[in-house]
């Protein structure tokens, strides 16, 4: 079944850096969401993109949807140590439910 | 802000005992939903519900599932007879606007260990 796939698998910054998390999937979707998920605590939604959209922003987070490409980035600007988290992105595929990859870990170093 | 809240955070059961999750969405919400994630693997659907029923499951979701919503406020998963790969986290979430796959707000899970 279709899911999304993040990459990399792992990223290692400096505080202060941009952070850049890849995403892509196989099939149609309504919209694209990513989450965020410290370690042992259960997800939180940070930002959604529906399919007619290109670009959306949130704070110091940045989504790109690219439907002719079937992927997606999310870019955190300026981050923190307290960025540190694993990323998922989830599809809508005209269904009931939403399908997670298997997440980029991110560790910022101080 | 309202928050999904899941009890136990850890359950430790033998292999064969039934196990019961609870969780508490969030009051205004329409849609419910149950996920689980292996160890350092990824975050794998189970099951949505609304209205009161099923609306849709998993290949993972076999018969030792269900799940129910027995008070109006509780959304529980029971599983019948836990096998050793059952251990996993178990998440909780609701989201509130009909069709469902808008913003899910997540319970912090219960991590469930099959011995």
């Known amino acids: 079944s279709q899911q999304g796939e993040e990459d990399p698998q792992a990223l290692s910054i400096q505080e202060g850096e941009n952070a850049t998390m890849n995403c892509s999937y196989k099939?149609?979707?309504?919209?694209l969401q990513w989450y965020r998920q410290n370690s042992g605590r259960g997800l939180v939604h940070l930002i959604l993109?529906?399919?007619?959209?290109r670009e959306k922003h949130s704070g110091r987070l940045r989504v790109t949807l690219d439907t002719s490409k079937k992927s997606s980035s999310l870019l955190i600007t300026a981050s923190r140590a307290a960025d540190t988290a694993s990323y998922f992105c989830?599809?809508?595929?005209?269904?009931?439910?939403?399908?997670f990859g298997k997440g980029t870990k991110l560790t910022v170093n101080p | 802000e309202p928050e999904v809240t899941q009890t136990p955070s850890h359950q430790v059961t033998q292999m064969g005992q039934e196990v019961i999750l609870r969780c508490v969405p969030i009051?205004?919400?329409?849609?419910f939903y149950w996920y689980r994630q292996i160890l350092g693997q990824k975050v794998e659907f189970l099951v949505s519900?609304?209205?009161?029923?099923?609306?849709?499951k998993s290949e993972i979701f076999d018969d030792q599932f269900s799940v129910e919503r027995p008070d109006g406020s509780n959304f529980t998963l029971k599983i019948r007879s836990t096998k050793l790969e059952d251990s996993a986290m178990y998440f909780c979430?609701?989201?509130?606007?009909?069709?469902?796959?808008?913003?899910?707000?997540f319970g912090s899970g219960t991590q469930l260990s099959v011995l």
């Open positions: 993109i529906r399919s007619n959209e």
């Open positions: 519900f609304y209205n009161n029923e099923i609306s849709e």
């Open positions: 989830a599809t809508d595929q005209v269904s009931e439910k939403l399908v």
């Open positions: 009051s205004n919400h329409l849609y």
């Open positions: 979430a609701s989201s509130e606007l009909l069709g469902g796959n808008e913003k899910l707000f």
């Open positions: 099939t149609s979707i309504n919209n």
